[in-house]
Nanobody, 119 residues
Framework: QVQVVESGGGLVQAGGSLRLSCAAT????????MGWYRQAPGKQRELVAS???????KYANFVKGRFTISRDDAKNTVSLQMNSLKPEETGVYYC?????????????WGQGTLVTVSS
């Protein structure tokens, strides 16, 4: 069984920073893309940033220049450094890991971590 667990959410003032971390654990043969999504209250879940197995990062336009995704393939972890946060970025942030586990390919979601940005 493969699990993805996030940590690092919390309350921060507008303009502040937070760092989210995520670890994929279990019977993992290989990790492909790891990423972060967010879901604001009343809105659809959207991609924030992702990093493929080659270490190439992809960002949503609304976070470019402010957020940085990084991964440690030796530990199957990914982090998201978030700077200059805005109140509208309040929401639940989810980590995902696309993995090969046994004979199958899975996209596993974490339970999410709440980020609250106060104005």
């Amino acid at each position: 069984q493969v699990q993805v667990v996030e940590s690092g959410g919390g309350l921060v003032q507008a303009g502040g920073s937070l760092r989210l971390s995520c670890a994929a654990t279990g019977n993992i043969l290989r990790v492909y893309t790891m990423g972060w999504y967010r879901q604001a209250p009343g809105k659809q879940r959207e991609l924030v940033a992702s990093s493929n197995s080659g270490g190439n990062a992809k960002y949503a336009n609304f976070v470019k220049g402010r957020f940085t995704i990084s991964r440690d393939d030796a530990k199957n972890t990914v982090s998201l450094q978030m700077n200059s946060l805005k109140p509208e970025e309040t929401g639940v942030y989810y980590c995902t890991a696309e993995v090969q586990a046994g004979p199958g390919y899975l996209k596993v979601w974490g339970q999410g971590t709440l980020v609250t940005v106060s104005s």
